[in-house]
């Protein structure tokens, strides 16, 4: 099992969170396995992907690159704690 704490604004998109500090955050804290971690990731790194190559090609995409650069921030935040908490493969 997998501790994760996540500092939140609530009502908050999270887009702009970075920007405003003077909105008290809050934090919880959610439990996932290692399997449930690592498909969320791949989740969101789906979802990314999809957002960054695919929908600026639909009709009337607007984009947005802090939410954009927040996300990239986001999927390799979720990828470190994969790699922190993988087995360590021994020198062969």
């Known amino acids: 099992m997998i501790k994760v704490a996540i500092n939140y604004l609530p009502g ?11 909105k008290r955050m809050k934090s919880m804290t959610l ?7 690592r498909l969320l990731t791949t989740l969101a790194s789906d979802q990314l992907f999809r957002r960054q190559f695919i929908d600026p090609k ?12 927040l996300s990239k921030a986001l999927v390799a935040r ?4 994969l790699d922190e ?6 020198p062969g």
Request: charge should be negative; hydrophobic fraction near 30%; glycine fraction near 4%.
């Open 12 to 22: 908050d998109n999270g887009a702009n969170s970075l920007a405003d500090s003077s």
């Open 31 to 37: 439990k996932l396995t290692l399997e449930e971690l």
């Open 58 to 69: 639909m009709p009337g995409y607007r984009p947005n690159s802090d939410e954009m650069s």
């Open 78 to 81: 979720l990828r470190l704690m």
């Open 85 to 90: 908490e993988s087995p360590k493969k021994a």
